[in-house]
């Protein structure tokens, strides 16, 4: 199987989607837009095959990206 890893951005996005914040709230967070934060949450499930943000989040906990 593929190791899938996972970019210093992907992973501070998906750790705010963890947190609960919207991709408005994440975008201000790292001075980012909206629109570019909303492109980083559908780049993240379509690589990691996920269908939403819970099931990203949970994808995360089992790599140990997330604790």
């Not at 992907?10 to 629109?35: T, Y």
């Not at 980083?40 to 819970?54: G, H, K, P, S, T």
């Amino acid at each position: 199987m593929k190791k899938v890893d996972i970019t210093e951005k992907q992973l501070q996005v998906l750790r705010l989607i963890s947190e609960g914040h919207s991709s408005e709230e994440i975008a201000k967070s790292l001075g980012n837009s909206k629109k570019t934060i909303d492109a980083i949450r559908i780049e993240m499930l379509n690589r990691f095959q996920v269908r939403n943000a819970a099931h990203l989040v949970a994808y995360g906990f089992r790599k140990k990206w997330l604790k």
